[in-house]
């Protein structure tokens, strides 16, 4: 059969926004914080829809809501770099989570080569420019070509069933 007949014979759809919702927050995810500049703006949101693409090249997509202001951010300024929370950082994705007068001041950090911010004490780092861009729904996926990658010591926070949670190994 091909293809396009598979499509054609597939069922309705027969989800509710909120039945989806409450399926998605089963899926445990670590929390990152994009980090975004362009000229003066800098910003930074959590994120959990964030994913390795391809190793050779380095490439890592996020999907980010278009109501967001870094949506502007990355958009306008071709670039973004990926802070993979530690589990004693969970003050930070709740700031981060924060819609406005969000500040670096008391975020310890420096600028990456593409000038966004690479906060301290994250469990790992990811300074990307942006390779490529899809909108689907809601979000656009963003597609980045990494530049540098960095390691921390801190063990990965997780995001799963509405909170925070230390990794535990079992
Ligand atoms: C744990 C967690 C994960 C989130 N993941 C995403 C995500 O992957 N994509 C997204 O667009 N928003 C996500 N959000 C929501 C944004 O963090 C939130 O809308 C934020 O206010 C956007 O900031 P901005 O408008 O300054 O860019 C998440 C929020 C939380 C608490």
Same mark, same amino acid.
């Given at each position: 059969? $091909?293809?396009?007949?598979?499509?054609?014979?597939?069922?309705?759809?027969?989800?509710?926004?909120?039945?989806?919702?409450?399926?998605?927050?089963?899926?445990?995810? *670590?929390?990152?914080?994009?980090? $975004?500049?362009?000229?003066?703006?800098?910003?930074?949101?959590?994120?959990?829809?964030?994913?390795?693409?391809?190793?050779?090249?380095?490439?890592?997509?996020?999907?980010?809501?278009?109501?967001?202001?870094?949506?502007?951010?990355?958009? /306008?300024?071709?670039?973004?770099?990926?802070?993979?929370?530690?589990?004693?950082?969970?003050?930070?994705?709740?700031?981060?989570?924060? /819609?406005?007068?969000? $500040?670096? %001041?008391?975020?310890?950090?420096?600028?990456? @080569?593409? *000038?966004?911010?690479?906060?301290? *004490?994250?469990? @790992? /780092?990811? %300074?990307?420019?942006?390779?490529? /861009?899809?909108?689907?729904?809601?979000?656009?996926?963003?597609?980045?070509?990494?530049?540098?990658?960095?390691? *921390?010591?801190? @063990?990965?926070?997780?995001?799963?069933? $509405? @909170?925070?949670?230390?990794?535990?190994?079992?």
């Amino acid at each position: 059969m $091909s293809a396009a007949a598979v499509m054609r014979a597939a069922p309705e759809p027969d989800v509710e926004p909120a039945a989806f919702k409450a399926a998605m927050r089963r899926l445990a995810a *670590g929390v990152t914080v994009v980090t $975004s500049r362009h000229g003066a703006t800098v910003n930074g949101m959590t994120a959990t829809a964030v994913c390795s693409v391809s190793a050779e090249p380095p490439l890592v997509l996020v999907a980010l809501n278009r109501s967001s202001a870094s949506h502007g951010v990355v958009s /306008r300024g071709g670039a973004f770099a990926l802070n993979f929370l530690s589990e004693t950082q969970s003050e930070l994705a709740t700031y981060f989570a924060g /819609r406005d007068g969000k $500040s670096f %001041d008391a975020v310890p950090h420096r600028l990456g @080569a593409t *000038g966004c911010p690479l906060i301290e *004490g994250c469990a @790992a /780092r990811l %300074d990307c420019v942006l390779e490529s /861009r899809h909108d689907e729904g809601t979000h656009t996926i963003f597609v980045g070509r990494v530049l540098h990658a960095e390691t *921390g010591d801190g @063990a990965p926070l997780i995001y799963g069933d $509405s @909170a925070f949670h230390g990794l535990t190994t079992i």
